[in-house]
């Protein structure tokens, strides 16, 4: 689900929705297969890929005809993790969490009322599953999502749960705003939130957030397993290294004086 938008953005924002259109789609791309899916008529649309084009932003092969994501974005993400993202001071906290613990890390952040992932550690045995670094995810239904959706102020927290898609992913997914407050309600009073099999089936974590020591919210991390090998009891055991991994990154992050985490809020359109 790639960000939309807003009708405030202008042109720098209707750009940038053509190049998420793109990269949604994480392959070359034909300009007749963007045209049917894109707000655009299809003059706009053009003009919109040339200038991306022409800025390094998108990649254009004129003996296939297609658009890829231009090497500028390299250049960019790699910047953008090394000084936006937790990754690199949480590095050595997933390494030692990941040891100690044998089970899939994950390391997230919020990023337009989606969850990003910005690191990985695998398990001994990996288990296939949807998440890894770079990718982006659904907050209702991912367990670092819920971790950190409980802890946003109440206003912030209003304006993700209204950008919230409630697809119900497996049997287990919560779809609804008032079911979802009710859970983050327990979440919070808890202090770490599970994933019941709600986002692909088989696939359960726990996780807590990593809170700065303000309580604004930088970021989540789990440990993940497959039902196959192990449960929420099990996992629910590895609590107490999560938080001590989580509140070493914060405290890290703030030593490294880490730039505003909140999440950025988009509005709806259409």
């Known amino acids: 689900m790639s960000a939309v938008a807003g009708k405030g953005d202008g042109t720098i924002g209707k750009a940038l929705s053509v190049l998420d259109q793109v990269a949604a789609l ?22 919109f890929l040339q200038s991306l084009v022409s800025q390094g932003m998108l990649a254009h092969d004129p003996e296939r005809g297609v658009y890829t994501l231009g090497l500028r974005l390299v250049r960019l993400a790699h ?6 993202s937790l990754a690199p001071v949480a590095r050595p906290h997933l390494d030692q969490l990941s040891a100690k613990v044998g089970e899939t890390v994950h390391l997230a952040q919020l990023d337009h009322a989606q969850v990003l992932y910005v690191d ?6 990996p288990v296939e599953m949807y998440s890894q670094a770079g990718k982006v995810g659904p907050a209702y239904c991912t367990g670092v999502g819920k971790a950190m959706l409980a802890f946003l102020p109440p206003d912030m927290l209003d304006g993700v749960l ?8 497996t049997h287990s997914t919560l779809t609804g ?21 709600e986002h692909e089936p088989g696939i359960i974590c726990v996780a807590v ?11 989540a991390v789990s440990i993940t397993g497959s039902t196959e090998r192990t449960g929420l009891a099990a996992l629910e055991r590895f609590v107490p290294a999560l938080r001590a991994a989580a509140t070493a990154i914060a405290e890290d992050a703030g030593n490294w004086q880490f730039p505003d985490a909140a999440p950025q809020i988009i509005s709806k359109t259409g």
Do not use: C, M
């Open 120 to 125: 990985k550690r695998n398990a001994g045995i």
């Open 177 to 197: 705003a008032a079911e979802l407050r009710a859970a983050l309600a327990r979440i919070k009073e808890r202090g770490h939130a599970f994933d019941r099999e």
């Open 26 to 47: 994480g392959r070359p791309v034909r300009f007749s297969e963007l045209v049917p899916h894109s707000p655009f008529p299809k003059a706009t649309l053009y003009r």
């Open 209 to 219: 957030p990593i809170l700065s020591r303000e309580g604004r919210v930088l970021g």
């Open 79 to 84: 910047s953008a993790w090394s000084t936006a």
């Open 162 to 169: 209204s950008q919230q898609s409630y697809h119900p992913f």
